[in-house]
C-alpha cells in the first residue's frame, strides 16, 4: 500500500482544496496555486486570495487540455509568469493556475493538483 503523503486534512472541500493548492504551491517554490470554475474563483493556496480571483477571471474560460502560459494583467497586479491548464471532473469544467517563476516542478505540481482535486469533488 501507498504510504499518505498529506499531513493537512479536512472533511470541509473548500478547507480541503486550499489545504491541496497550498502545499503543490510550496512544493514548487510558487506564489500561489488556484483552481478556477467557469464562474470565476474556486479555492486558492492561502493568502492568494485577492490574487488567485484576478487570475481565475481571466482564466476560467480554459476548456479542458488546453494550456496558458505567460503574462497578465488582473486587479492591478502585473504577474510575469502565469501557467494555467483546463480539465474536467466529470461534466464540470475548470483551469488550475499557477502563479510565480516555473520552475522544473511547476508542471508536475500542476498534475498533483489535478489528481487531488478531482478527488476531493467527486
Known amino acids: 500500500m501507498k504510504p499518505d503523503r498529506r499531513t493537512r ?5 473548500a478547507k480541503a482544496l486550499a489545504f491541496q493548492l ?7 517554490g510558487l506564489e ?3 483552481l478556477a470554475g467557469r464562474d470565476g474563483l ?7 486570495r ?3 480571483r484576478g487570475v481565475a477571471n481571466r482564466l ?4 479542458p487540455f488546453h494550456f496558458f502560459v505567460g503574462d497578465l494583467e488582473a486587479f492591478g497586479y ?19 493556475g499557477a ?3 516555473p520552475g522544473d516542478e511547476t508542471l508536475r505540481e500542476m498534475d498533483h493538483a489535478i489528481e487531488g482535486v478531482s478527488r476531493i469533488l467527486r
Do not use: E, K, T
Open 60 to 63: 476560467g474560460h480554459l476548456r
Open 32 to 34: 500561489a496555486m488556484l
Open 9 to 13: 486534512r479536512s472533511n470541509d472541500r
Open 50 to 52: 485577492s490574487l488567485g
Open 42 to 48: 474556486v479555492a486558492c493556496s492561502p493568502r492568494s
Open 22 to 28: 497550498a502545499a503543490c504551491a510550496a512544493r514548487a
Open 78 to 96: 502585473s504577474l510575469p509568469s502565469v501557467a494555467a491548464r483546463g480539465f474536467a471532473v466529470g461534466d464540470r469544467c475548470f483551469v488550475i
Open 99 to 101: 502563479v510565480g517563476q
